[in-house]
């Protein structure tokens, strides 16, 4: 992958129920640079958000992580570059220790039980 960049051109997401979440979202977000996604309840932040790592797909237009279209690749595979960390600590953390949660999202992406806890 050359670069972390995330780049929106012209995404949309309608969710199954008919609600059109975003419209024509263009943003680069530069590799480093530090975001703030801001605005009122209901308005999309969380929607596009969700496209950066794969958690949601766009209905509409394009978003690449680097080389990488979200559209044609995994979470697992999107997630080393982007990370998400959920609204509510209750949707994100599941496991008994500090050690089986950072293992987890590790043991997804396919490393090997001995990086893992060299990593951990």
Do not use: W
């Not at 605005?39 to 496209?51: A, I």
């Not at 790592?53 to 982007?82: W, Y």
């Amino acid at each position: 992958m050359s670069g972390t960049d995330i780049k929106c051109i012209k995404v949309g997401h309608t969710y199954p129920n008919g609600v059109q979440a975003i419209k024509d979202v263009d943003v680069t977000i530069k590799q480093g640079e530090i975001v703030s996604v801001v605005g009122q309840n209901g308005s999309g932040k969380t929607t596009l958000v969700k496209h950066f790592n794969g958690l949601l797909k766009p209905t509409d237009g394009d978003i690449t992580v680097g080389d990488l279209n979200t559209r044609d690749n995994p979470v697992g595979l999107l997630a080393e570059s982007v990370g998400y960390v959920f609204q509510n600590p209750n949707h994100q953390i599941f496991a008994a220790s500090v050690h089986e949660e950072l293992s987890f999202g590790l043991k997804n992406i396919g490393l090997e039980d001995s990086e893992i806890e060299k990593k951990v």
